[in-house]
């Protein structure tokens, strides 16, 4: 579905990203929140739903568990 694809398009482009300096998974999480806090309030309420689920696709793809 749409969230897994996008937490493995994340997860591509940070595992291949030069510019990093922290972990990949660090990495793609931020590029995620970045992009919802930018878009912020002209982000439709089903948008932000994927965008959020993307976030613990991405926890799955680098094999961590959710934090509290």
Same mark, same amino acid.
């Given at each position: 579905?749409?969230?897994?694809?996008?937490?493995?398009? @994340?997860?591509? &482009?940070?595992?291949?990203?030069?510019?990093?300096?922290?972990?990949?998974? #660090?990495? =793609?999480?931020?590029?995620?929140?970045?992009?919802?806090?930018?878009?912020?309030?002209? @982000?439709?309420? &089903?948008?932000?739903?994927?965008?959020?689920?993307?976030?613990?696709?991405? #926890?799955? =793809?680098?094999?961590?568990?959710?934090?509290?």
């Amino acid at each position: 579905d749409d969230a897994r694809k996008i937490a493995a398009s @994340l997860k591509r &482009s940070a595992e291949h990203s030069h510019r990093r300096k922290a972990e990949p998974f #660090r990495s =793609a999480m931020s590029m995620l929140n970045f992009y919802i806090n930018r878009a912020g309030s002209n @982000l439709p309420e &089903s948008r932000k739903r994927v965008l959020e689920k993307a976030k613990d696709e991405l #926890r799955v =793809a680098f094999g961590r568990e959710k934090e509290d």
